[in-house]
């Protein structure tokens, strides 16, 4: 598969190296949406865009609610990137309504398909959400400015790392902490057709996955708790990481 829209089904891991080891690894899809492709998908019976449906999008659930390509134009235009051709949306969907996207990914591409950059659109369970917006050519690299886990301090960096979307997908971070490995992550997967089929067969095989996703987050947290890692307090909303 090449470009489009797709289904990638696959697996998110994370493992942390200090102070203690700790490891998860979880059976998951995301949806990888062409924004030009919307039309065709919101006729699909099983999926809707800004409607209900089985498996839906929600403009609100990500970037500032309005119009996504407006959105992405002006996130690039600020950070002095030319105005994208195609925007694709790496993302969960809702399923019977809920979704909690941890990592939302915007691929972007110049007017002639080449790869511009890639807007990596982060939440936290606080409801807050923050975007680090990369060229694609050189290191895809920033300071971490954003509240996100209560186990992590803020001096981080994040080093990602993405394979442009085909038949698999990789998305990860490499999280650093006075330049020594601190936590990785990452989400691999292949690809699956867009399809009503599809959709019916993920929702039996991944029965209510977005829910599970919030449940994961709070049981490793406890887990995290149980080996003895100390929770940083969230005292600046606006700054602390």
Known sequence: MSGGSAIYVGH?????HRPKKHHLRYRVFSVLIDLADLPRLNGLRLFGYNRPALF?????????????????????RDHGLPGPGRIRLLCYPRILGYVFNP????????AAGRPLAT????????GERH???LPAEGEQAAEKSFYVSPFIGPDCRYEFRLSQPGERILVAINETQDGEPLLYAAFSG?????????????????????????????WEAVRLLLKGI???????????A
Not at 119 to 126: A, D, L, Q, S
Not at 230 to 240: C, E, G, L, N, S
């Open 56 to 76: 839906s999008i929600v403009d609100r659930d990500q970037a500032d609610g309005g119009d996504p390509r407006q959105w992405v134009a002006r996130q690039l």
């Open 12 to 16: 998110v891991v994370h493992q942390r």
């Open 119 to 126: 807007i990596y659109e982060v939440h936290n369970t606080f």
């Open 131 to 133: 975007t680090y917006v």
């Open 103 to 110: 990592l939302t990914v915007w691929f972007c591409d110049d």
């Open 230 to 240: 100390k929770i940083r307090r969230y005292t600046d909303r606006a700054r602390r």
């Open 190 to 218: 292949k690809a699956q057709p867009f399809t009503d089929r599809t959709l019916i067969k993920l929702f039996f095989t991944h029965p209510l996955m977005t829910l599970k996703v919030t449940t994961a987050i709070h």
